[in-house]
Nanobody
Framework: QLQLVESGGGLVQPGGSLRLSCAAS????????IGWFRQALGKEREGVSC????????RYADSVKGRFTISRDNAKNTVYLQMNSLKPEDSGIYYC??????????????????????WSQGTQVIVSS
């Protein structure tokens, strides 16, 4: 069964940091670009960041550029999202997903990312004092 599992969310104060993990089971991540998405309460899900299958191409939404860093460790079958200088508007449920073959080597802008398969449960991030 192909599955992605997100972890690492939690409650953090503004200005704090979190590192999210996206672990794959049932398949190897190294054939796919991986995207991180988030959905705030009452808002549509939005693309946050993308990393190509070999890690050479990364893209970020303007709202997180300079604060978030996406990376991957294909040996561990895991993709990470390091989030620094967190703001209350970063709160939401964060999801990771596989991208289609067409995006494997060069990531599209996050708002144009497509995904394969269904959404997993995500991990909740709350930025609040």
């Amino acid at each position: 069964q192909l599955q992605l599992v997100e972890s690492g969310g939690g409650l953090v104060q503004p200005g704090g940091s979190l590192r999210l993990s996206c672990a794959a089971s049932g398949f190897t991540l190294d054939s796919y670009a991986i995207g991180w998405f988030r959905q705030a309460l009452g808002k549509e899900r939005e693309g946050v960041s993308c990393i190509s299958s070999n890690g050479d191409s990364t893209r970020y939404a303007d709202s997180v550029k300079g604060r978030f860093t996406i990376s991957r460790d294909n040996a561990k079958n895991t993709v990470y999202l390091q989030m620094n200088s967190l703001k209350p508007e970063d709160s939401g449920i964060y999801y990771c997903a596989r991208g289609p073959r067409s995006d494997r080597d060069v990531c599209p802008p996050p708002h144009l990312m497509k995904v394969l398969g269904s959404w997993s449960q995500g991990t909740q991030v709350i930025v609040s004092s």
